[in-house]
């Protein structure tokens, strides 16, 4: 596994199975955080995620700068585990960022990587149209992220009830 895309929707098991295929590769396993905690209910997300990973992780945030972060913790002796592209997604949106732009460069980042890379995201397509522009923009935004990502890595599993199905394989 060189590049792997976990796709599925809340508490699908999505960060459990990205968790363990980065586990499993017996590299120093390298955590990279896109969420930001503003309130107490996501600061106790985030609580949760660190308590479910052991002292051998180190941890990098990085809410907007995701590629640079990326080429930063990228080694031959290293998984780098990226949890989530959805928060990036929102909070670039928020920052009134390229998403584009960032997203390509992202990709550029996921192509020269120099150890192996697991990527998280949440399929937001398969609810109702949302009711706002701004989550209209937020999923549509999020569509595309999800789709440019899955082209660029070689693979991609979405996690159902916890249970892996192979969308596109190595």
Not at 19 to 34: C, D, H, K, S
Not at 95 to 107: F, K, N, R
Not at 135 to 148: I, K, L, P
Request: net charge neutral; glycine share 6%.
């Amino acid at each position: 596994m060189t590049s792997l895309l976990a796709l599925g929707g809340a508490r699908s098991g999505k960060s459990r199975y990205a968790q363990n295929r980065a586990e499993a590769t017996g590299l120093v396993p390298v955590f990279i955080a896109t969420a930001q905690g503003f309130d107490a209910e996501m600061r106790a997300r985030i609580d949760r995620h660190r308590a479910d990973r052991d002292a051998a992780w180190s941890t990098i945030e990085a809410p907007l700068a995701l590629p640079e972060a990326l080429a930063t913790a990228s080694a031959p002796d290293r998984v780098v585990l990226v949890d989530c592209l959805t928060l990036w997604t929102s909070n670039l949106l928020l920052a009134q960022e390229d998403i584009p732009a960032m997203t390509g460069q992202l990709v550029s980042a996921l192509s020269a990587a120099r150890g192996p890379v697991i990527l998280v995201s949440n399929e937001v397509g398969w609810g109702i149209v949302p009711d706002n522009a701004l989550a209209r923009a937020f999923r549509d935004e999020a569509g595309r992220v999800n789709q440019r990502v899955a082209a660029a890595v070689d693979e991609v599993q979405l996690i159902v009830a916890g249970l892996p199905l192979a969308l596109k394989a190595r």
